[in-house]
């Protein structure tokens, strides 16, 4: 069965810093991997996805993040974090294999950039 | 181009009424999804509709019901509500709803159910 893991409730970090925001996965085929953010009382924003080629992908709003099947993980990254990235933030995974087309999302995991 | 839109955005329910939310895609869209987000079981996909169709279905009851029309738009309806109903129930579109689409979000409808 398909499943997103966020082990992280939340995440704190200061403003300037590098944040990192993990992710793994379990799907039966070669995933198909998104983060999305959501702030309050607000969709989802979506920020990037990987499909296939380049294990590094890029975003929006300077976040990146890095696909490692080895290790079955798609953790999202930004250099330089911002007060503005205060928000919730999820993983999701669909299955190529899984003809319901449906997003797992993880637990989600709130990012608190401090001043 | 707009974004997905969705109304209303807040709904105040009691037990045993029945509701109705909508949603329009993004402009070219053809295919919307449909999600429940509550704090105790995360996010979780209700169906998906193409052209009319329903395509997909997630794990829910029969209460849950949904469709879509010649232009797009969905909506889905509630019978019978729960208390444990009260969600943020989001709709989400794509291009034609492959497996390496891209979902958009709306802001969701809030539905409390007393």
């Known amino acids: 069965a398909q499943s997103v893991a966020q082990p992280e409730d939340q995440v704190n970090v200061a403003e300037g810093n590098p944040l990192t925001v993990k992710c793994t996965y379990s799907v039966s085929g070669n995933p198909y991997l998104f983060w999305y953010v959501q702030y309050p009382n607000r969709g989802l924003q979506f920020l990037l996805k990987y499909i296939t080629g380049d294990n590094l992908v890029k975003g929006s709003y300077g976040f990146e993040a890095e696909f490692n099947k080895s290790q079955t993980s798609f953790h999202l990254k930004k250099p330089s974090a911002l007060v503005s990235d205060s928000a919730l933030y999820f993983c999701?995974?669909?299955?190529?294999?899984?003809?319901?087309?449906?997003?797992?999302f993880g637990s989600g995991t709130r990012l608190l950039v401090r001043p | 181009k707009a974004g997905v839109t969705q109304t209303p955005r807040y709904l105040i329910k009691t037990r045993g009424q029945q509701v109705t939310l909508s949603c329009s895609p993004i402009s070219g869209h053809r295919s919307v999804s449909w999600y429940q987000q509550t704090p105790g079981q995360g996010l979780q996909f209700l169906f998906e509709y193409f052209s009319e169709t329903q395509r997909n279905k997630g794990n829910f009851p029969g209460r849950f019901s949904g469709r879509q029309f010649s232009n797009s738009r969905s909506e889905m309806n509630v019978s019978t509500l729960e208390l444990g109903d009260s969600a943020l129930y989001l709709c989400?579109?794509?291009?034609?709803?492959?497996?390496?689409?891209?979902?958009?979000f709306g802001p969701g409808t809030r539905l409390t159910v007393l």
């Open positions: 989400a579109s794509s291009l034609v709803g492959t497996t390496t689409d891209t979902q958009y």
């Open positions: 999701a995974v669909r299955d190529p294999m899984d003809s319901s087309y449906k997003l797992i």
